[in-house]
DNA sequence: GTTGCAACATACTCCGTAGTATGCGAATCC
DNA sequence: GGATTCGCATACTACGGAGTATGTTGCAAC
């Protein structure tokens, strides 16, 4: 019963400065290959084992900063969707008719997958997991909290959805919430089929951002 | 060694006929029942016994079928594939401009997700496991038949796409495969957030399908 | 310079689960 | 009507992998 609780206390505060740096930069490495894991392996295929390897590292590293493999797996879900939310509050804050704003988000939005591939294939993972009825009651308050800021995350979409179509720059007969989950749809997609082509450069992933978001506003009638 | 093979046998043929009927309803149940296990809890996350137990029976029905759990989960994934080629290939085949017949593909496609949720949703899960490089040589060669008719199908769209393009219902200037993909993901995402309401009529579903299609096709633009 | 703790590594335990070997009643064949 | 095969159930094995208990080393503080 020993309270080394380093555990989970460094995740809650997240941004607490450079918290003596080196520290840090342990937990975000084993992130990183968590991440990758997670993603070509899934969850369950993914052994603690198989993250310690890829670390060039024991289980014992890893135990020692998180309690279990599904707290390793929510904060890297939870870093992801922090990512996202970053990315695109910051779009949404900038001002413009409601339609300029949803396509800023939606850009940054698909910049934001591309630049981290790895994370948010995994936050694609938790979503899908979503339902997965047995866990833990600790686990499940963790999933919980991760499912509500997808909703909220959700949310600033459809608010500047409607905003769009008070403004007039959106067209009034869509139902909301169904457009909003196809325009997510088709970015969240891109965890599964895409992958940095070696050599790309930020630029042409730009491009890539804009023209799928292009798309999904201006749809494809000629 | 006992080459008791009716194992792999059936699935090949797959459509020779009422296949004794009896025989096929229990392969069927079967893989009923695996399906919404896989959706539910993944497929690391079933195990047999699970299945087996929603069945009322044992792991010897479901071994007596199918090789392994792989196997199993292959088998709903061409089943889930099955079902979505038929309806999108029969809607590709009437005629039309190609932005139509796009049109139908796609809301046959939304409509077939809506309908077989629990297979589409393995169908989902499969391709997300595409690079899952550690499985057997033979379990590998499966998996690869079916990303070649996942690919076959992307194929559908975008040939689809590329005629709307040259009678000019479809855009100019839209990069193809990257239209398409985004496209399909705002479909297949329904594999993660739809689930029937109980009571909702097939005309329900069928408006919902309309809805989403129409705005892939038509953007948001107000 | 020794006490203490952080940051791991090593060496286990223990249980769930995939797969197998075998049993067994009922239908089918000859 | 005996033999054989089908369609499962039962009983077992074997192993991988999550979690734990316990070292070990280095740095920091005093």
Known sequence: MAKNDMHREWALKTRGQEESGALVESVVEILDCAALCFTE??????????????????????????????????????????????????AKAAGGTGRETLTRMLEAHALTMMQNIA?????????????????????????DELMDIRHKFELLFVETFRQGQADGSIRQDADVSLAVKGMLGAVNWMAIWYRPRSGESPEQQRAMARRITELQIGGIAG
Chains 1, 2 share one sequence.
């Open 119 to 143: 994370y948010e294939a995994v936050v694609v993972q938790g979503v899908h997991m979503h339902r997965l009825g047995a866990t833990t009651p600790e686990q499940r308050i963790s999933l």
């Open 41 to 90: 392996m899934g969850f369950q295929g993914t052994s603690i084992d198989d993250v310690a390897r890829r670390l060039g590292a024991t289980k014992g590293r890893i135990y020692h900063y998180f309690r279990s493999k599904t707290d390793l797996f929510f904060e890297v879900h939870r870093e992801g969707m922090r990512r996202l939310m970053d990315a695109v509050g910051e």
